[in-house]
């Protein structure tokens, strides 16, 4: 009625053979997850400078550039051209996806005694709450 099995199980470790797998540290997981976090955090950038060209966001996206790559080892992460985005009805949306991003970064960041990254973070998540808040008029 059923298929014997023919390997070994799956769940070998159970027996006590834990060598059969790679591990990784705890440190290398949260380098994984922060590196993540702000990857995602810079394609969210990319599109916001796509909208909204600005020396603020193309040395925010630098830095993060950055960051992403030293976590990665030096390999230099994907970026979206300049030239994805067009409808400016997105902006505020983007802007909340970033802080969103930029939140879950410094928890991380934070978590792994991370200065730099958790820094970077903190100040984008400063830019996009700014960027949220409604402006006023200005007086005539």
């Given at each position: ?77 994907a970026r979206v051209p300049l030239t994805a985005a067009q409808d400016e009805t997105r ?50």
């Amino acid at each position: 009625m059923y298929e014997p099995i023919r390997g070994t199980s799956v769940h070998s470790t159970m027996a006590g053979r834990t060598q059969d797998f790679p591990h990784r540290s705890r440190e290398e997981e949260l380098d994984i997850q922060l590196a993540g976090h702000l990857a995602a955090l810079l394609a969210v950038t990319d599109e916001l400078r796509a909208l909204t060209p600005s020396a603020d966001l193309d040395t925010a996206a630098d830095r993060l550039a950055e960051q992403v790559a030293r976590l990665r080892g030096g390999r230099t992460p994907a970026r979206v051209p300049l030239t994805a985005a067009q409808d400016e009805t997105r902006l505020a949306p983007l802007h909340r996806k970033a802080h969103t991003l930029a939140g879950r970064a410094l928890v991380v960041a934070a978590s792994r005694a991370d200065t730099t990254a958790a820094i970077l973070a903190a100040e984008r998540m400063d830019a996009h709450a700014a960027a949220m808040e409604p402006r006023e008029l200005a007086p005539r």
